[in-house]
Nanobody
Framework: QVQLVESGGGLVQAGGSLRLSCVVSGRAFSRYVMGWFRQAPGKEREFVAAINWSGGTTFYADSVKGRFTISRDNAKNTVYLQMNSLKPEDTADYYC?????????????????WGPGTQVTVSS
């Protein structure tokens, strides 16, 4: 059973930073494509960022490119999302996802495992 646990969410002022972490149980983490998704109130879930197994390839939504950075530490079974220059429109529940498709890393439907989410609120 693969379990994901996110942490690092909270309340921050616009322009501030947060770093989200996601710890994944199990021995297969280093083989997983990992992704971050978010869902704002009343909106559909959307892709934020993804990273391949080695960390050598990353993908970003246009809305976060240049502000967010995804990274991973395979020795710690952990993926991170560094969020800088936060905007009120970044307010959402953020979800970590594991075992995505390397050819469809932006597609949430292609991920097998999901965490419960962590809330991020950006005040103006």
């Amino acid at each position: 059973q693969v379990q994901l646990v996110e942490s690092g969410g909270g309340l921050v002022q616009a322009g501030g930073s947060l770093r989200l972490s996601c710890v994944v149980s199990g021995r297969a983490f280093s083989r997983y494509v990992m992704g971050w998704f978010r869902q704002a109130p009343g909106k559909e879930r959307e892709f934020v960022a993804a990273i391949n197994w080695s960390g050598g390839t990353t993908f970003y939504a246009d809305s976060v490119k240049g502000r967010f950075t995804i990274s991973r530490d395979n020795a710690k079974n952990t993926v991170y999302l560094q969020m800088n220059s936060l905007k009120p429109e970044d307010t959402a529940d953020y979800y970590c996802a594991a075992d995505g498709s390397p050819t469809a890393a932006k597609s949430g439907s292609r991920y097998l495992y999901w965490g419960p989410g962590t809330q991020v609120t950006v005040s103006s």
